[in-house]
């Protein structure tokens, strides 16, 4: 990490660190919560919508937890999707364009994997409408780990420990693209972050976030409109839209081709987004700040911009505010690495 | 973690502008879920052909919503499309396994679009908007007076609805609901039913009904 980047990263957590105990409520106490209780709110997994409404077992969800480390998933076995989502980088890989298993830099910037349970469509441009469309996309793209489906399932069937995994989970120890992609979505659907400052704000605590991060909340909800496209309890409304970026990539369009979708990326959600840098999809802004600067002159290229996109007028204060506010919506969260299944043979597969 | 307080309520339940009598019969449901309810139900007599009234229209969009779960109305009918938002919207179908597709194009706020309804009876419509994929709603094209719009939004097991002003000769109940497996029986004058309500071979919950 530069310095100028750990000086933000401190100064943008600072936002989650206790205020000094007060001697009399602040007097804009009340209004903040008021704020706080009419827009926000911490995460509830009723919400969640599993497939056939049914939740995985931990069988499965442990079964995913291993897909998802284990580098044979890709062809050449030197990434698995913790390479590029990486717990220790906020479950992206901190660099702007992560290169993928054969070297070669992908087009977009990896994001961030937090709160997924509750996401309706997935990827930068929306082209996938499930966690498990999702999950196998990576695996098989050229760009990324690069390995065939039918080759990753005769990679796992060779492996003993997998087929006891598998049979554990679902019943029988069959592996399939199906079960594959289930239990690495199962996998994803538990990485919740509902424990940030700002929760145990919402849950009551006064001092669980810091007067700035208040007046960021306020600016969030007003002045700066962000809450227009990161509303919700996960800070975002799954909406897609241009905001200016100066950028080549068509985005949304390619999946749906009409003219205000040309350039437009999906809202991504704010929790533990301070760990995920650099941000938007092209990973061209590195810090949270620059973020806020970027949207206060209202975008860079405003060719087909969202309406929603205009300059803020922030001051220096609102500035620092906001970056506040957004620090008070991160909490670490540890995901253990799980034990991989041994290798009980080498196989060479050769791709056809 | 917040609890999230829902509302049970009861949209539209119409039908009693063509109440005549008052010996006309009544059909009274409730639906019980074990776990997650679905986002919308549509029951109706499909055995009456007088005509559906479009109800809950138009369909209109704010706060990213739009303004009813389901609309109804029958072949012809159009329906409008408003935007009362302060933001870009946009209202498409694409049912590839009707062949039923439109899109209206964008909404800017204040302006408002119309599409007919030009499929098959019986058939309901998702529509959604393309730049808030969260959004959606749906359109039914009946052609039944007798029908009942509910809106599942709570954390009561229980919601009721009932159908009044039946002609005893109308006796076809069916129950749609998305992603479930719909109902269709026959219920007379004095029956009471409990339909176990499906998807994917699973039981979801109950439909408990009678008629007097």
């Known amino acids: ?352 | 973690m917040n609890t999230i307080k829902l509302k049970t309520f009861v949209v539209a339940v119409f039908a009693s502008w063509i109440t005549p009598l008052l010996s006309a019969g009544e059909i009274s449901g409730t639906f019980v879920f074990e776990s997650r309810k679905p986002f919308v139900a549509l029951v109706y007599l499909a055995d009456d052909k007088s005509g559906a009234k479009e109800i809950c229209g138009p369909l209109d969009q704010k706060n990213k919503e739009f303004s009813s779960r389901l609309i109804i109305g029958r072949e012809g009918s159009e329906i409008n499309f408003k935007n009362s938002d302060e933001m870009n919207h946009n209202i498409f179908a694409n049912d590839t396994r009707k062949g039923i597709q439109f899109d209206v194009g964008l909404l800017s706020p204040g302006s408002e679009s119309n599409a007919t309804i030009n499929w098959e009876e019986g058939h309901v419509v998702r529509v959604g908007c393309k730049i808030h994929p969260k959004m959606r709603s749906y359109i039914a094209n009946i052609n039944s007076s007798y029908a009942a719009i509910i809106e599942f939004d709570s954390e009561d097991p229980e919601t009721t609805f009932t159908i009044s002003g039946l002609p005893d000769d109308v006796k076809e109940i069916v129950v749609w609901f998305p992603r479930m497996e719909n109902l269709s029986f026959v219920l007379s004058k004095g029956d009471s039913k409990n339909m176990d309500i499906i998807r994917n071979d699973r039981k979801y919950g109950e439909l408990i009904i009678s008629r007097i």
């Not at chain 1, 199962?186 to 400052?197: A, C, G, H, L």
């Not at chain 1, 957004?326 to 670490?332: D, E, M």
Request: glycine share 6%.
């Open chain 1, 1 to 352: 990490m530069t310095p100028k980047r750990f000086l933000l990263t401190l100064f943008a957590l600072s936002g989650a660190l206790h205020s000094p105990p007060l001697p009399v409520l602040f007097a804009g106490d009340q209004g903040y919560r008021e704020i706080a209780e009419k827009h926000f709110s911490v995460p509830d997994t009723f919400d969640i919508e599993y497939p056939d409404d049914l939740e995985p077992s931990e069988e499965v969800v442990e079964l995913g937890s291993m897909l998802f480390f284990d580098n044979r998933l890709s062809f050449n076995e030197s990434q698995s999707c913790a390479t590029c989502h990486n717990p220790d980088h906020g479950l992206s890989d901190g660099i702007r364009f992560s290169l993928g298993a054969t070297g070669k830099p992908v087009e977009r910037n990896t994001p961030h994997l937090y709160n997924l349970a509750w996401n309706q469509v997935f990827f930068w441009d929306g082209r996938a409408a499930s966690l498990e469309e999702q999950a196998l996309a990576p695996i098989e793209a050229e760009a990324e780990m690069n390995m065939p489906i039918d080759i990753l399932v005769d990679r796992l069937k060779s492996i003993s420990g997998y087929r006891e995994v598998f049979e554990k989970a679902y019943g029988d120890d069959s592996i399939t693209p199906d079960r594959i992609a289930a239990a690495l979505a199962s996998f994803q659907r538990e990485i919740i972050v509902d424990n940030t400052p700002f929760d145990s704000y919402l849950n009551g605590n006064d001092n669980a976030i810091s007067l700035a991060a208040k007046r960021g909340m306020a600016l969030f909800v007003d002045k700066a409109a962000c809450i227009k496209c990161h509303d919700g309890a996960n800070f975002t409304d799954n909406s897609f839209h241009n905001i200016g970026l100066k950028s080549e990539d068509i985005g949304r369009k390619a999946i749906v081709d009409i003219p205000i979708l040309n350039k437009a990326f999906k809202v991504p959600g704010l929790r533990n987004i301070l760990f995920s840098a650099p941000y938007m999809h092209d990973g061209s802004i590195g810090t949270l700040e620059e973020v806020v600067r970027f949207y206060n002159r209202g975008g860079d290229d405003t060719e087909n911009i969202s309406s929603l996109i205009k300059p803020l007028h922030l001051n220096e204060d609102e500035i620092r505010d906001l970056v506040a506010f957004l620090g008070a919506i991160n909490k670490p969260l540890e995901i253990p690495r799980p034990n991989l299944p041994e290798p009980n043979s080498i196989k060479f597969v050769t791709k056809k």
